[in-house]
């Protein structure tokens, strides 16, 4: 009985424990920094404003929009998915663009990025609200965050 109760117990801790999982925060890219050296940024985010250009798909909602372009500075293949992004406001509200897929017509693509290449493309999010910073999170681990310019 010792031996179930001590097992339940280790079980219990191994569970609660494995929730509270914290990380450092991405460092922010600041708008046009190329200060920092390449071994230091393995993601290179840039991102600014840019205005909705509705797709095929476009429900004829409001959008916010931001033109990004992700530069893979890593020895590895990088891959890159629109859903990989989330733009946050001024106001410090986070906001998803899984419902605002496709809706514009300059989308940022899925792809794989090799060593030393970029892609650029928009995402966007519901609303109208100022954009401040974008995040790029693939498979949710946070690679990169840069300022709206």
């Known amino acids: 009985m010792r031996t179930i109760l001590t097992g339940l117990g280790l079980l219990g801790a191994l569970t609660f424990t ?3 999982v914290e990380t450092e925060p ?4 600041s708008a046009g920094d190329e200060a920092k050296p390449a071994e230091k940024v393995p993601v290179k985010l840039t991102a600014e404003k840019t205005a909705f250009e509705p797709s095929a798909m476009s429900d004829g909602g409001d959008y916010t ?3 990004v372009t992700v530069t893979n500075r890593t020895t590895k293949n990088l891959d890159v ?3 990989d992004f989330a733009l946050t406001g001024a ?3 986070k906001h998803d663009i899984g419902s605002a897929f496709g809706v514009h017509e300059d989308e ?3 792809v794989t990025l090799a060593p030393e290449e970029k892609a650029t493309g928009a995402v966007c999010a519901p609303g109208h609200f100022t954009p401040k910073t974008v995040t790029f999170a693939p498979g949710f681990a946070e690679k990169a965050r840069a300022e709206v310019a």
């Open 91 to 93: 106001d410090g509200t």
């Open 81 to 83: 998915n629109p859903l």
């Open 26 to 29: 991405t460092e922010v890219q």
């Open 108 to 110: 940022i693509a899925a």
């Open 65 to 67: 929009c931001a033109k």
């Open 18 to 20: 494995g929730c509270a």
